[in-house]
T-cell receptor, first 109, second 115 residues
Framework: GQSLEQPSEVTAVEGAIVQINCTYQ??????LSWYQQHDGGAPTFLSYNALDGLEETGRFSSFLSRSDSYGYLLLQELQMKDSASYFCAVFNQGGKLIFGQGTELSVKP | DAGVIQSPRHEVTEMGQEVTLRCKPI?????LFWYRQTMMRGLELLIY????????DSGMPEDRFSAKMPNASFSTLKIQPSEPRDSAVYFC?????????????FGPGTRLTVT
């Protein structure tokens, strides 16, 4: 079967750095995507890692270790608007995404 | 550019009624996905199409659910008959074909309430 694990919630203060971890078990793994979803909104794509290492996009970075079946999303210089749910999702050989349960990030002033 | 368009945005219906959800993908995208999101089960893939052809419907919960994509610019998800446990937010998403489907563009969703 396929499974993903990520923390259910994380709290941090404005300006801080936060890391959201994701571990997965799957067959036919191609890569790991991250999505952001604000309350009442739709998921929006943040990043994708197919190879080991760190990908940086502005304040957000994403990391993948294929040998450890592990990845994380790193958010720097946190802002209040970053309060949202963050989902990791495995992209597999079937051409589809399998989403984790999501991590609710609360950014406090 | 218009994003993915879904209608209706909200639907309230009684148990036993037929419900039809509609989706218009982004022009030029060849893959279309239907998801259901609930607090208990998270974001679940129901079915997806490549070039209007259903590729994987293993997530469709039961025969009461059906989906069609008669052309590249329109898809429907139908529930008949609807049940209270079908209450959820239903998202449609589209992407470029195959290898780029890790980046999907979601519509605003349809919030379905079955009483």
């Amino acid at each position: 079967g396929q499974s993903l694990e990520q923390p259910s919630e994380v709290t941090a203060v404005e300006g801080a750095i936060v890391q959201i971890n994701c571990t997965y078990q799957t067959s036919g793994f191609y890569g790991l995507s991250w999505y952001q979803q604000h309350d009442g909104g739709a998921p929006t794509f943040l990043s994708y890692n197919a190879l080991d290492g760190l990908e940086e996009t502005g304040r957000f970075s994403s990391f993948l270790s294929r040998s450890d079946s592990y990845g994380y999303l790193l958010l720097q210089e946190l802002q209040m608007k970053d309060s949202a749910s963050y989902f990791c999702a495995v992209f597999n050989q079937g051409g589809k995404l399998i989403f984790g349960q999501g991590t609710e990030l609360s950014v406090k002033p | 550019d218009a994003g993915v368009i879904q209608s209706p945005r909200h639907e309230v219906t009684e148990m036993g009624q037929e419900v039809t959800l509609r989706c218009k993908p982004i022009s030029g995208h060849n893959s279309l996905f239907w998801y259901r999101q609930t607090m208990m089960r998270g974001l679940e893939l129901l079915i997806y199409f490549n070039n209007n052809v259903p590729i994987d419907d293993s997530g469709m919960p039961e025969d009461r659910f059906s989906a069609k994509m008669p052309n590249a610019s329109f898809s429907t998800l139908k529930i008949q008959p609807s049940e209270p446990r079908d209450s959820a937010v239903y998202f449609c998403a589209s992407s470029s074909t195959g290898g780029s489907s890790y980046e999907q563009y979601f519509g605003p969703g349809t919030r379905l309430t079955v009483t």
